[in-house]
């Protein structure tokens, strides 16, 4: 997203600054907008859903297979769209427990949280993804 | 126990975790030309102070190389010129002693 807005906005780019300089600010902006974006709007609704991620859901209704390889990237920026709604906590231990495979004890070293803390937050943060998962599921029936 | 929900759930992830974070990490087409691009165009305007201050090393290193080469010179020159002259008079120096002890 950053170097999207870089990409966009490169001809503001005057060189009166180091390019280090006018990059990190518009990082920083970026980070800030979508922070008070989530604040303002903290609830996950199906149109911010794109054609492949509505297909990822049928298909998760559908069967209970594995989903297809090619469905992987739409399926991540899914799994992206639930994450918004979380706190940065469990955003963070989803990310290390489930799509890095991480485990207990390296998230433990890692965060610095006892064993028991990451799997509290683990459990919070799946129960609030199924609640949202579920929710989508309904509206699409 | 796991009801369908979580099953689901671990399906999405599972299929989630696959696709990493490659995707998001590619720049945009044409990023590196544009920035490139700019950066020449920027280079050849250039800040007037910093151009200055590189005119004026070259001017002093310049004025240094030439400076150096004269003194050099100079030196050099002295040395012949001088040479001789002390030799001359060393010689009439040693005559006159040696005419004074006779």
Known sequence: MIFVKMFQN?????GAVPLEHWVSRIAINTCLNQ???EKSRPEFRQADLSEEELAVMENLAATSDELAPDQS??????V??????????????IDLLYLQGRS???IKQLTSWSAALVKVRAFRARQKMKKQLTAISRKEK | MMDDV???LDRLLRAGAQAGDE???????GFDTRVVA?????????????????RVALVASAVIVVAGAAAFREIKKSREIGEPLTNEFAIADSAIQSEISQ
Do not use: C, M, Y
């Not at chain 2, 995707?23 to 087409?29: K, Q, Y």
């Open chain 1, 10 to 14: 490169l001809s503001q780019f005057s």
């Open chain 1, 35 to 37: 922070i008070a974006a």
């Open chain 1, 73 to 78: 990237f739409a399926s991540r920026q899914l």
């Open chain 1, 80 to 93: 992206e769209h639930l994450l918004t709604a979380l706190k940065p906590a469990e955003r963070l231990v």
């Open chain 1, 104 to 106: 207990v004890a390296e």
């Open chain 2, 6 to 8: 979580d099953l689901t």
């Open chain 2, 23 to 29: 995707a998001e990490r590619e720049i945009p087409f």
């Open chain 2, 38 to 54: 700019l950066w020449r165009a920027s280079a050849s305007n250039g800040n007037g102070l910093a151009r200055l201050l590189q």
